[in-house]
């Protein structure tokens, strides 16, 4: 394929494409630092939650020992069970936190992505772009600046 790109490129000089850094495009855009400060938000109050829930689940834990000689078998299996059941429970907590969070980090980021998809291909199309080249994924080591156009600044711009 790229030997096609190439010779195609040779036989027809309007053969242009852009390239740019979609993640710094993103992290430039006003609403980033906002939905980022959410998601910080949000995930402050999940590890408070969690800390909250392991101190309770420890303090438990060091009743249990401080007490276990003494409780007679029926208390001490009961007290066992109650700490099973909350173990569980906290490392369910810890799961379903962190499904919501990558799930609430995709949803508040959504928009913006979409934002930067439709501005990147409304400059493509007004600049007459085949195609626009992400950089970040280090796919292409090079990038003739006489072949293609470096569009972070346009972009950032846009997104403004």
């Given at each position: 394929?790229c030997?096609?790109?190439s010779?195609?490129?040779?036989?027809?000089?309007?053969?242009?494409?852009?390239y740019?850094?979609?993640?710094?495009?993103?992290k430039?855009?006003?609403e980033?630092?906002?939905?980022?400060?959410k998601i910080?938000?949000?995930?402050?109050q999940?590890?408070?939650?969690?800390r909250?829930?392991e101190?309770?689940?420890?303090?438990?834990?060091?009743?249990?020992?401080?007490?276990q000689r003494?409780?007679p078998k029926?208390?001490l299996?009961?007290?066992?069970s109650e700490?099973?059941e909350l173990?569980e429970k906290n490392?369910?907590?810890?799961?379903k936190?962190r499904?919501e969070?990558a799930?609430?980090e995709?949803?508040?980021?959504?928009?913006?992505r979409?934002?930067?998809?439709e501005?990147?291909?409304r400059i493509?199309?007004?600049?007459?772009?085949?195609?626009?080249?992400?950089?970040?994924?280090?796919?292409?080591?090079?990038?003739?600046?006489?072949?293609?156009e470096?569009?972070?600044?346009l972009?950032?711009?846009a997104?403004?």
């Amino acid at each position: 394929m790229c030997v096609f790109l190439s010779v195609h490129a040779q036989e027809n000089a309007a053969f242009k494409f852009g390239y740019l850094s979609y993640e710094t495009a993103l992290k430039s855009m006003p609403e980033y630092a906002i939905t980022e400060q959410k998601i910080a938000d949000l995930r402050s109050q999940y590890e408070a939650e969690t800390r909250r829930v392991e101190d309770d689940f420890n303090r438990k834990y060091e009743e249990f020992l401080d007490g276990q000689r003494e409780f007679p078998k029926t208390i001490l299996q009961k007290r066992q069970s109650e700490l099973q059941e909350l173990l569980e429970k906290n490392i369910a907590f810890k799961h379903k936190s962190r499904e919501e969070l990558a799930k609430a980090e995709q949803e508040a980021f959504a928009p913006l992505r979409i934002k930067l998809i439709e501005t990147i291909g409304r400059i493509a199309r007004e600049r007459g772009f085949a195609f626009i080249v992400d950089t970040d994924v280090k796919a292409l080591p090079y990038i003739n600046p006489d072949m293609g156009e470096d569009i972070n600044l346009l972009v950032q711009n846009a997104l403004k």
